[in-house]
Structures are given as structure tokens and as C-alpha cells.
């Protein structure tokens, strides 16, 4: 019913940027909350950041704040993740999630996700 396709991933070195861009169909994502994950290899998928339907309310991970910011465009159905000071420990698969209304921070919260974009940071 939601389909989520992330894109902006790619190879960077430590302290570059990369801006991440998640384009919703199926269903306007205005009444929805949206989430960026990641998943390094053998670890398990962790919260990055959110943000609420509006975008007046916003949520990130403590390693990530100050660093990253999550914002959206209602009109164009798209939220993005602007990422700056990019560190190698970084390094991940990135996924955009959403729910119905308000967000949270657990992965199993979440009911649909995109098909993913490697984030690799070198140094």
C-alpha cells in the first residue's frame, strides 16, 4: 500500500557528506511519521532518526545529533537525511521506515520500509 525508495548512498571519506532521499508512492506521506534505520554487517538494525507528520517534531539517535538532520516535503512525498562530519563507524545500510500518525523509536514499530542504500565512509 506505501512503497519507500531510498537513494543518495554512495562512498565518502571521513568528515564528507551525503544527503539521503526516500520517495514515497501508493499513499501520501503526510499523515504518516518517517524514520531513517541502519544495519552494519552482523549488527542489528538501529534507530537513527525521526520525524512527525507535520516535521515540527523531530527525534535522532544521540551519536547521530548535531551531525545528521531529517526533514520532509509533504508536497513532493519525500523526507530526506542530510548528513554532515561523516564518521567510518557510520558505515551502514540505511533504510527509510514510516508509520501511521506518530512515530517512535523500535524497528518492529514500523510498517513499511524501503529497499535500502549503503552508506561507506572511509578514512
Known amino acids: 500500500q506505501v512503497q519507500l525508495v531510498e537513494s543518495g548512498g554512495g562512498l565518502v571519506q571521513a568528515g564528507g557528506s551525503l544527503r539521503l532521499s526516500c520517495a514515497a508512492s501508493g499513499r501520501t506521506v503526510g499523515s504518516y511519521a518517517m524514520a531513517w534505520f541502519r544495519q552494519a554487517p552482523g549488527k542489528e538494525r538501529e534507530f537513527v532518526a525521526a520525524i512527525s507528520p507535520s516535521g515540527n517534531l523531530r527525534s535522532y539517535e544521540t551519536s547521530v545529533k548535531g551531525r545528521f538532520t531529517i526533514s520532509r516535503d509533504n508536497a513532493k512525498n519525500t523526507v530526506n537525511l542530510q548528513m554532515d562530519t561523516l564518521k567510518p563507524e557510520d558505515t551502514a545500510a540505511y533504510y527509510c521506515?514510516?508509520?501511521?500518525?506518530?512515530?517512535?523509536?523500535?524497528?518492529?514499530?514500523?510498517?513499511?520500509w524501503g529497499q535500502g542504500t549503503q552508506v561507506t565512509v572511509s578514512s
Open positions: 521506515a514510516a508509520r501511521p500518525v506518530d512515530f517512535r523509536r523500535g524497528a518492529n514499530e514500523y510498517d513499511y
